[in-house]
């Protein structure tokens, strides 16, 4: 009994310690400024010296089709690449970027990242003139954040309106959704405290940090919509998305009931909206593939469904999938650690 008493308490100051030895990354860091946004996106030396990952293009000759990727909170190139890869073996350009969630604090945080990013598409676009169409593929609401952030600004960006014009599709990953506080300090904790890294007490003491200051937050932001009636797309990727009426028109929703982090019910309501509006949407919804795992589970299925969409324009018909894919070959080493719990 002592022997478990004295080991407890190593354990307590073990995590205490890293807590303190980790502050920068715990606490929210003070708001991004456009220089570092651009060092972290445009500039592969800088971005590394951070612990970042720039943002990394791979043209097709001779296509005219892009495809912009943003990845999930926390998401590795290593992973967001297979995702690239799929399109570039069908002959489809992309360029892709996650923005790091070390480095977000707030909905405005992702604008300068926007910004940055945006230097490279118009790079793209003046270097292939063949490129004349644009599909933007996003993960999660890391990814859907991004995406709101850069479409609200277009407009006063640099060719921001041939950007709008080419811009023919949207995939949306398991988004978009109003996560709960839960839901929200859930994915941040382990994007932030890989288990690998991070001990699984020290994880769950800073979600239960998260958890209070989102419900906090949320809280706050309600009492303020009584007089603030467009707070809440100030603050959420969510209902910012939901203001947009210039959205590509043809949109491609893959999520299921098994996903812990956005909740299909979310992601369901805002499908419902756009196809009110008049936009064309198409539902995969599968049935047994956590967060962002839907490519790992049925690698046939949602590489068919993506590429079909991307060369044709023609989205596929809804549908439903219960039995798993044959995975045997994946590696359990590819399995994003930030993902499986």
Request: with cysteine.
């Amino acid at each position: 009994m002592q022997t478990m008493t004295h080991n407890l308490q190593n354990l307590k100051r073990h995590s205490v310690s890293k807590l303190y030895n980790c502050r920068m990354t715990l606490v929210a860091p003070s708001e991004v400024t456009d220089k570092e946004a651009e060092d972290i996106t445009t500039n592969k030396e800088e971005s590394k010296k951070s612990g970042n990952e720039a943002a990394i293009k791979n043209l097709v000759p001779g296509s005219k089709t892009l495809v912009v990727l943003f990845g999930w909170a926390g998401c590795k190139d290593r992973y967001l690449s297979k995702y690239a890869q799929y399109y570039q073996e069908a002959g489809i350009s992309t360029v892709r970027f996650t923005a790091p969630i070390a480095k977000i604090r707030s909905f405005a945080s992702y604008r300068p990242f926007a910004r940055s990013f945006h230097q490279i598409l118009n790079e793209i676009l003046k270097e292939d003139s063949e490129i004349t169409t644009m599909y933007f593929h996003v993960f999660s609401m890391n990814g859907c954040s991004l995406l709101a952030a850069y479409w609200d600004q277009l407009n006063d960006l640099e060719n921001g309106n041939i950007i709008q014009s080419r811009s023919k599709g949207l995939i949306f990953d398991s988004c978009p959704a109003f996560t709960s506080p839960s839901q929200s300090a859930h994915a941040i904790s382990f994007a932030t405290l890989p288990p690998s890294h991070y001990h699984g007490a020290l994880r769950g003491s800073y979600r239960a940090v998260l958890y209070t200051f989102f419900s906090f937050h949320r809280g706050v932001l309600w009492l303020r919509s009584f007089l603030d009636k467009d707070i809440y797309e100030k603050h959420y990727a969510y209902f910012k998305m939901i203001t947009f009426e210039n959205l590509p028109n043809k949109q491609l929703y893959i999520y299921g009931p098994a996903d812990l982090v956005c909740s299909e019910e979310s992601i369901e309501d805002y499908a419902k909206l756009m196809e009110e509006r008049g936009i064309s949407i198409s539902k995969c919804r599968l049935l047994d593939s956590l967060h962002c795992q839907h490519l790992r589970s049925h690698p046939v299925t949602y590489t068919q469904e993506c590429l079909d969409f991307v060369k044709s324009g023609h989205l596929p018909a809804n549908r439903s999938r219960v039995a798993l894919e044959n995975t045997e070959a994946a590696d359990e080493n590819e399995v994003p650690e930030e993902l499986a719990y």
